[in-house]
């Protein structure tokens, strides 16, 4: 496993990380949960991604008992948590970056996650009923506090990123130092344009979330919506159109070929492919089994078939279909 | 109910809130204050403002035994504290806000409250003889300590603002974010004039007290001051003045004909009235019965009906007795 | 009593304080200086000074008993400490305002005193072998950590105090809002010539001590040096060449007949003095018997005597005597 | 024993003062360390260097066991410690200054110290692969929480603590006080002439290490590397070539000349050779027995003796051999 600089940070991630997105809680127990991460933590994985609306806070409750069980050197590990959606309802604890909110919410996650401090804290989402003098406010204290080493943001525009560097610039605040977007074949130009001068200009640090498209890229949704499948989920309706277009899983079943001739899985292809981009500073893979974890974590030593011909004939099959 | 934005700031408060000056301790001791507030809650209210000063001390002990036998989610409701009379004797605790006394007096008031942190504090008056540098210092100190979520003002003038503001600004500390200025029919210039610019350029938000006119508006004190009123409670002869002013009752006695007009009680006008402002975050409504509380939350369903002739036939009568 | 602001700051500060200088310890147990704390709080006395270097910090722990036992509102009182000096032998903690030496000083003083804070805490002489960042931080970091509530100087010369200042202004650190100078009738051109500009430019408030010029205004050296008296303490050796001067001494006695005429004390005289200055906040005032403090006391009462011909007639006498 | 300023600090540090690197584990259990330890303090000792790498963390546990059983008052001495290469395996945790691991380092070595704060931290080499803000940030914060007293660099060049510098400045952060560089008769570029303007510009003291070139100075690799010498340790390989340097050791016979004429060894040479240089605040010096520390410490008394002449002597044996 190859380790990345987190940005300009000096934190260093390894390159493909594991988060609990979907299938904690939902799909596994903490026993399961602590299968998976066993398996990645000896694949060399440093990274583990967290947020408090994960199985609204189950999530976080999963990962930190088996934290405790693995019982690892605080220091060798990072955690991550988010807050934006909050778990509790109320008009000051949804959709939310308010103090009253964020000051709550670490201190749930943390007790949730059995942990001092998370290494990285997220806001989940921009929030414009807020303004980023609180939002960087709070989360300067969170680190002040002890309660997190650094901040990013997740899904913020490159707009948004720079006001908050603004605000920590004018009043000696700590700055984010990463940014948590959607990155797949099929969803780049947030990271590949509209970033593009947050790389050298801040030094911004990327953790990328759904390499496979939520699956689309395994070729599971080619023919239609597998039972089971996130696609049929019902509280992953809205993922249902980008799912089950035509011309995406047609380009599905030609990037087949590729893999094929590369010796990889669909997974493998599509996680190695975001690796290429030198500004992604880890990939966050999901898993609900050990196997998966494994076969993801092989991913890595696919990057270095993607030579310039892979690249080129991807980019055939699949570069006019990215939002 | 609705929630409104506190000014700028990302933490929202219930139009209509609950307030217990004059009330608790002096009419009112815990069962009944906590019945109060659970009729408020019910009614969805989230604000509920207090002072050091109220009933010396005794108002925050009474809303703390209440607060925890309601045992709501910390993260659910608002609570607001304010100082400046101070409540033990002496030069340094009178009429002050230098930093000896404000540092004493938030322990004093979260002990009595039995909580961590209050989210509101304010300042209840400007303090002449105590630079603004000690003052905003200390206010900052106390939500750097965890104290309290956020700080402002009550009766402060629009240039007293500014100064803090500047002062916050120049030292990187935390700048107020709320006005507490008395707001009714008959007082309205401090609102509605002098505090106009700092809407837009500080973004400050406004807890509105005394939307009754301390009782006058209900018509209570048409025919003189009736026995067991406000006015006839020796501690509140400084309002008694005001409360019998003859043009303002005539007043009183024609807005009862909006009011009947309307189908709403003189305390949902009055208080409706105040909600026609959109600067006002919320109206600190006062109550020593459960049904009095909500009569007067039903005042947010009066503001809809307050249209434009209504509100032109409103002005017509009072528009010109208003401080 | 009257009290005055210490400065620009909000703290007030009864113009007539007690201080533990000389007399604690060496001349008093815990038991005498309880009685004439207690006899100075009877006459309005809100602030009681010390330093830890007074008696070896064992007027500090003579101090500390007495609070104990009188058990005074803490919000009532304001005490003072002073570091430069130190207790403990060797080359950081002696004549030093380093890092080190302050923030283990503070710790020993608030263990002595049985205090959680001191309400001003002061760098007792400047110390050229420290830079002022230095100096500034630790004093701003004794406020910060709650430590004092805030910090001024002693007998720092001008341009040290707006060094001081420019540091605290140019880091955002506390400032200091006082210092201790000596000021009597003989000792009078740091506070009326050289700190004049100090009093506007950054509102500095004056604790002064040795309103008796250590005991020569009383007229108690007139026949030379009494035994038992400070004059004839070997570690007092520093003051016998000023005490004995004969020019002041006989000033003492033409002063005498001033006194004679107001009806008041030498000592009231030479009190009520310095209290004629408005940029004085407070004078020292020290007491080894409760007689003798209350006697000091009605030095308040002699302010009002002290008119514009009193003052010319002083003048006359005392004027050309004073450094 | 004459005590010197660590730079424009107000810091005090005894000019020669005893390390631990080499000796403690490898070769000195607590009993040993704690005799050289007291042996240095009878002679005036007040600073005791260490760091993290020492010994692998046992360095820092063997002081700690014999502070806590000297028992001196925690502020008459001065210790440090180190951070960089980290003793917990992983890419965060090795030659690194990211947050996380120097965090986590300074607990531990709180921990195996049995110290509430160390005097001095330092950051033991520069980190390319960390920006200079977060490492500032980093280290400011370990004097914020009261885990420090004041920090500095070891072996970082010129430009790097420059650049610590004016992040310091620039967010109103802590700055460095301090480097420890190695010096000796054929180690100086650094200190003399790449440092000059450091001196004056920033105030940076020295705290200089290896004053005997490791061993070479004494004269012990005249005639190849003896048996149980450092130079024999596999550990100190890297140090081969230069302990055995033919011209060196040439140099080295020929000061042998010099010591004798003074009358010192040519240990208690060298170190006093090195506090002819203004700029060094203090030698540390190493030994592993008692004899040596006292040795050692007579080379305060040889300062004296190196007057203009033989610094000339000494500067035509060796001057042009040094880097």
Redesign the interface.
């Known amino acids: 496993m190859n ?1 990345r ?1 987190l940005g ?5 991630v ?1 390159e493909l990380s594991f988060g609990s997105w979907v299938t904690y809680a939902n799909q596994m127990d903490t026993g399961a949960a602590l299968d998976c991460m066993a398996a990645a933590w000896d694949a060399g994985v ?1 990274f583990f991604d967290n947020a408090e609306v994960y199985a609204n806070g189950k999530s976080e409750t999963i990962m930190g008992e088996a934290l405790k069980k693995l019982a690892w ?4 590990y ?1 955690v991550s948590t988010k807050f934006f959606w909050g778990i ?6 949804k959709n ?6 964020l ?2 919410a670490i201190d749930g996650s943390l007790a949730r996650l059995q942990l001092d401090f998370v ?1 990285l804290v997220y806001c989940h989402r921009p ?1 414009p ?3 980023m ?3 960087v ?1 709070a989360m300067h204290d969170m680190i002040e ?2 309660k997190a ?2 901040w990013g943001t997740s899904e913020w525009s490159a707009s948004e990123i720079m006001a908050a560097h603004n605000v920590a610039e004018k ?2 605040l ?2 984010p130092v990463v940014e948590q977007p959607e990155y797949n074949l099929f969803h780049r130009k947030r990271v590949e344009v509209e970033y593009q001068h947050l790389y050298k200009d801040v ?1 911004m640090g990327l953790t990328t979330w759904s390499p496979l498209a939520s699956g689309l890229l395994t070729g599971k949704y080619k023919a239609g919506v597998p039972e089971g499948s996130r696609g049929a989920m019902p509280r992953m309706a809205f993922l249902l159109e980008k799912l089950t277009d035509k011309a995406r899983n047609a380009a599905v079943m030609q990037l087949e070929g590729v893999a094929k001739d590369l010796g990889c899985s669909m997974a493998q292809l599509a996680i190695a492919w975001c690796l290429k981009n030198p500004h992604v500073s880890t990939v966050i893979t999901g898993a609900s089994r050990v196997s998966q974890v494994q076969e993801n974590m092989k991913a890595a030593d696919v990057v270095a078939k993607l030579d310039e011909a892979a690249m080129k004939r991807i980019e055939a099959i699949a570069g006019g279909l990215a939002e």
Chains 1, 2, 3, 4 share one sequence.
């Open positions: 380790y600089r300009r940070s000096g934190l260093k390894s440093n050197p605080r220091v060798k990072v509790v309802e109320g008009p000051n604890t939310t970056l308010n103090r009253k909110y000051m709550d290494d929030d009923n807020t303004p003098e609180e939002v406010w506090r002890g080493l650094y009043h000696h700590r700055r030094g």
